[in-house]
């Protein structure tokens, strides 16, 4: 489904008035036509399925992978950076970093696919452990492979500016599909890997 850009547009007004300010000053009378169109780019994962994403990243190549992967080759790619807005405070999420594993059964996705991929789902109201879980998701889809791994650390705005105030608080959460939850050796290969 479209934003709404023009209903986000009067909420944000309201708002600065909810805060006391007035919207009609110079410094904030395009203020909530300038959240409505940030918010359409930070939210604009929230248009697309899961699914949609699949298909729309969908590009790779078959013709190198004709023996069945029985060992455990896997593909790592890390320090992939995001950022995201956790749904409970609409707070920024950011200094995010997302490392992705698979084993690849036939397909192999292009690398610069998985990033792309990985910021997408960023751009939803989220939270750090379904960003997780939605990346296994559509990388399940792609590659046609039961086994991938996502291990994202990240910081969150609810977290450092409010409440506790911890600044420098990371959060870390890892989301283990197929082998990397059966299989002691590919599992610490890849906390090898991400540890290195
Ligand atoms: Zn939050």
New binding site residues.
């Given amino acids: 489904m479209a934003i709404d850009i023009k209903a986000i547009e009067e909420h944000i007004r309201g708002i600065l008035i909810a805060l006391g300010d007035n919207p009609e000053r110079e410094g904030l009378k395009d203020t909530p036509k300038r959240v409505a169109k940030m918010y359409e780019e930070v939210f604009k994962g929230m248009t697309y399925t899961n699914d949609d994403i699949a298909s729309m990243f969908n590009v790779t190549f078959e013709d190198d992978l004709d023996i069945k992967n029985s060992n455990n080759d896997l593909v790592f790619m890390k320090d992939i950076e995001i950022f995201s807005h956790?749904?409970?405070?609409?707070?920024l999420?950011y200094n995010m970093k997302v490392a992705v594993a698979y084993v690849p059964n036939k397909k192999v996705i292009g690398l610069s696919k998985i990033a792309r991929i990985a910021d997408m789902v960023g751009r939803r109201l989220q939270l750090q452990e379904r960003i997780g879980t939605d990346i296994a998701e559509i990388l399940q889809k792609i590659t046609e492979s039961e086994d991938v791994a996502v291990i994202i650390q990240g910081e969150?705005?609810?977290?450092t500016t409010r409440g506790i105030e911890k600044p420098g608080t990371k959060t870390i959460t890892t989301t283990l599909r197929g082998r990397f939850n059966t299989d002691p050796i590919l599992n610490n290969k890849l906390m090898m890997l991400y540890t290195k």
Avoid at 86 to 91: G, I, Q, V
Avoid at 156 to 159: A, F, K, L, S, T
Wanted: net charge negative.
């Fill in positions: 956790c749904e409970h405070h609409l707070a999420m969150h705005g609810c977290m």
